[in-house]
């Protein structure tokens, strides 16, 4: 039965991109600043040790982003946010806000960039009814603020399609992340797309590197999109002509930022952004867009292994979140979905695996490298796409790992297996576009 499931979307796809034959890819792009007023009292997330503490200022501004496009019947949006992370809510409020205009689950990939200096996770699900201050607690205005401006960012891209042309390029950047646990695998590759309008002006910069924002740590509590916010707009004025330039992290969940400096974490996060988009910024001009003709998305649903405590949670998650055995087994049943949406989509010579949480990067390579034998140039991994379930790790690693990660991975030693070979027959039936 599942090999006539396949088989059945692998014949549709095929016939979807034989029905693309002659029609061109169009694309929008807007942004949104998603900023709060600071009277909200909204807190940040990343640090159990806040406690739920409000925002003392805003560093600078937070924004959401989004890339529209469409070709023939069938449309995509690629939004990219400068936050920590979101649970499923968020996606599904959207949703139900836009879902007469032709958009579904299937068919949006939500990507924050997981800055520590940004909005609290917990304060924007409505399912958290805990009330544990470790863990963040529940704000119904900041939810409903943040989905308003959402709303408009969809709208505002979702018209003035205009032709483009696309093309990626990737590098192999040294001396810039590292694995923090010291596992060998470093995921060293930056991956810069370039989309122009037909007429050459420049359109949007995509950009994924992998490394946790974290240079502000637990006592900063000023609210920051960290160093991808200036990576962002610093590549943005390089480039010029009103360019949006849009980040997304990818298998980042043992990935750490390389910077050799002794000054404070404001000034950290403005040097390494500037350091990523001298790197973007040379790549981007070597890359030539071309006429686009692939294009196509898919998206699974998967159910997940049964809700585990790693062996290890309380020695490390435990004490930062305020959780004993038998609560953290309660906030599990509550939090933790049964199953998740597994999405991905293909521009060009480009694919990008959604990847709904924080995986290392051994699983990320995999899925990388798996996707790239069947012909696709260049895969990323888009990390903590439209919701964020756990640390996603290998077996090896949950069995024989120490420290925060491994404690943090919520589904047992089998999570990293369900959820990197979904990823990848997900994606495969992408290659078949011609």
């Known amino acids: 039965m599942k090999i006539r499931i396949f088989t059945i979307s692998l014949l549709l796809l095929i016939t979807l991109s034989f029905s693309s034959k002659g029609k061109r890819l169009t694309a929008n792009v807007s942004s949104v600043d ?74 949006m990939m939500l990507l924050p960039s997981h800055s520590h200096g940004s909005l609290e996770m917990a304060a924007l699900n409505s399912k958290n009814v805990l009330n544990n201050p470790n863990l963040g607690i529940y704000q119904p205005e900041l939810l409903t603020f943040l989905i308003d401006k959402l709303e408009k960012l969809v709208k505002d891209a979702d018209r003035n399609y205009q032709p483009i042309k696309t093309a990626t390029g990737s590098t192999i950047l040294e001396g810039l992340n590292r694995n923090r646990r010291k596992d060998p695998d470093v995921d060293k590759e930056l991956i810069v797309t370039r989309i122009d309008l037909i007429n050459g002006k420049p359109l949007v910069a995509l950009v994924n590197w992998t490394a946790h924002p974290t240079f502000i740590g637990g006592q900063d509590m000023q609210l920051s999109a960290e160093w991808p916010g200036y990576l962002q707009n610093d590549l943005q004025d390089m480039i010029g002509q009103s360019v949006t330039a849009m980040y997304f992290n990818g298998s980042e969940g043992d990935q750490s930022t390389v910077l050799n400096s002794d000054k404070k974490a404001y000034e950290k996060i403005q040097i390494y952004g500037k350091i990523i988009a001298d790197k973007a910024f040379g ?12 294009f196509n998305y898919a998206y699974n649903m998967t159910k997940l292994p049964p809700h585990a405590a790693h062996p290890s949670f309380m020695k490390t998650g435990g004490e930062e ?21 597994l999405g991905a989509v293909r521009i060009g010579d480009l694919l990008i695996s959604g990847i709904p949480g924080e995986m290392t990067a051994v699983l990320g390579r995999k899925v990388k490298s798996a996707v790239k034998q069947s012909g696709i140039k260049y895969v990323a991994i888009g990390g903590l796409a439209n919701e964020w379930i756990s640390y ?43």
């Open 321 to 341: 979140y305020g959780l004993d055995e038998k609560t953290v087994k309660i906030v599990m049943d509550i939090l933790g979905p049964c199953e998740v949406g």
């Open 392 to 434: 996603i790790l290998s077996r090896d690693q949950y069995l024989h790992g120490e420290g925060y990660e491994s404690s943090m991975s919520f589904y047992g030693p089998d999570l990293g297996e369900v959820i990197s070979s979904g990823a990848i027959k997900t994606a495969l039936p992408l290659s078949q576009i011609k």
């Open 283 to 294: 790549l981007y001009n070597e890359i030539k867009p071309q006429d686009t003709r692939e």
């Open 34 to 107: 998603i900023t709060p007023p600071i009277e909200m009292k909204y807190t940040l997330g990343g640090y159990g040790e806040r406690m739920n503490k409000p925002a003392e200022g805003i560093h600078d501004h937070i924004m959401a982003k989004a890339l529209a496009l469409k070709m023939g019947e069938r449309k995509y949006m690629i939004i990219t946010l400068d936050l920590l992370g979101i649970q499923s809510n968020v996606k599904s409020d959207l949703i139900k806000r836009i879902q007469g205009m032709g958009w579904g689950m299937e068919n």
